[in-house]
Structures are given as C-alpha cells and as structure tokens.
C-alpha cells in the first residue's frame, strides 16, 4: 500500500454530501458501506474512499495512529 495515500485520507476532506468538510479517516462506517453499496465517486475520490473503508472494515485503524500524529 502506497503510504501516500496513507497520509492522504488523513488529511483530505469530504468535499460533498452530509459529511462535507470532514477527513476521511474520520468519516463514519455506514457512510463508507453506503458509498460501498451505490457505488463510489471516480477517480481518486473514489479511491481514498475505498481504502479507508477497507480499512475500517478490517480492523486497520491503527495503521493510521502513527501517520495522524505526524500531520497534526
């Protein structure tokens, strides 16, 4: 996995919708499934989003504990 997009979804905000203005990382699991379900947005979007819903549904999220600390 790329660590890039690592620091990326921990800084990045939802740039839309009900949740507008939050860092991906801090967007809630039934957001993610729901985006999973309709389908995500293109492009890199998309593709942050469906890292950090793996991530969540996996367990992961300590992966980021480390990357959080460093970009606050």
């Not at 039934?30 to 389908?39: A, C, M, N, V």
């Not at 469906?50 to 990357?67: A, C, F, H, R, V």
Request: proline share 7%.
């Amino acid at each position: 996995m790329n660590p890039e997009i690592l620091r990326e979804i921990c800084i990045v905000k939802m740039p839309f919708g009900k949740y507008e203005g939050i860092i991906l990382a801090d967007l809630p699991i039934s957001y993610l499934e729901w985006f999973h379900r309709k389908g995500m947005p293109q492009g890199k979007l998309g593709m942050q989003l469906s890292t950090i819903y793996e991530i969540k549904i996996n367990g992961l999220m300590d992966l980021l504990i480390p990357i959080r600390a460093s970009v606050r």
